[in-house]
């Protein structure tokens, strides 16, 4: 189903784009492919958490998840069944750790300072498919990234007593998890890409 879609959407591309570049029909194909896979996921998690009534839950979680996820970005799994499977686990599991697990302030407080250091020190972390050459764009990243911590930091701790501080807490978590040099390391993909680029090219 998946290559019927690409194939069937590039070839349409195509017809109707007769200046289009091989470079960037690569592009827009690997666009496509995060779209159908990030779709079909979606699709499955929240048809699993609709019947373990956690529906709301997950949503909350993902899209905190998301908010520090869609600049510090971080790696992808290599195969849409490993893609499936993590996310299954994250989000579903996350749940239940938010709602079953206590977290005293200190813990959290821990946990956060973690966090800022991590992003600080990694964010944004790219991929082999898309690496992050210019440096403008990484610095800017970084920063928005880090300001998007500090503020779930400040929220995590100030509503400290509250379930969706433990939200917040996991969503950020995960997405430190997922720029951590180590974690790529463990999965053994090429971490820094950028660096394997003309540096002439990053300013």
Known sequence: MKKLFLNSTINF???NNS???DIQLEEVEYGLESIYLTITKMII???LAA???IFKEVIILTVFYNIIRCTAFGLHATKSIYCLTSSLIMFIG???ICNYINFNFYVKLILCIICLICIFK???A???KRPIIKAAKRKKYKIITFISASIFTILILAYNTNILSNYLLVGMIYSVIMIHPLVYKIFKLPYA???NYNLGLSN
């Open 51 to 53: 019947i373990l009534n």
């Open 19 to 21: 200046n289009i570049t």
């Open 126 to 128: 790219d991929t082999y």
């Open 193 to 195: 890409n950028y660096k």
């Open 13 to 15: 591309i195509k017809k």
């Open 94 to 96: 996350g749940v239940y």
């Open 122 to 124: 990694y964010a944004p």
């Open 45 to 47: 998690i929240f048809s």
